[in-house]
């Protein structure tokens, strides 16, 4: 199978990250992963993701945060980033693209339709 494309998760629970690296690298992607935010920046600069999955409720720095620093980081500044995410309320949405996030996806993550989003910001973004 081809390679489709780099995926940092940056996820703090290992089951969604379990679950998410299964899904993704059986479609043919390369999965990499990040529990918080300093873990991510590494990754970032080291692995060159060609898209990041971001966790918004994360221990420490939540992912709102990481993203508005990865966006205004230069060199990280183009990669797209999706807000993964619990967060349904009315305007939640809206603050994971205010913070930075190319788009959003909610959980609970559904495998059946995963792959397609991931393609869809990948192909967007690059």
Known sequence: MTDKGKVLYVEDNFDNRMLVRRV??????TVVEATNANDAMKMIETEKPDLILMDINMPEVDGYTLTAKIKSTPGMSKIPIVA???NVM???REKSLEAGCDGYIQ???????LTQQVERYIRKGG
């Open 24 to 29: 993704l690298m059986a479609d043919g992607y």
């Open 84 to 86: 993964v995410t619990a």
């Open 107 to 113: 959980k609970p993550i559904d495998i059946d339709i």
């Open 90 to 92: 009315r305007g939640d």
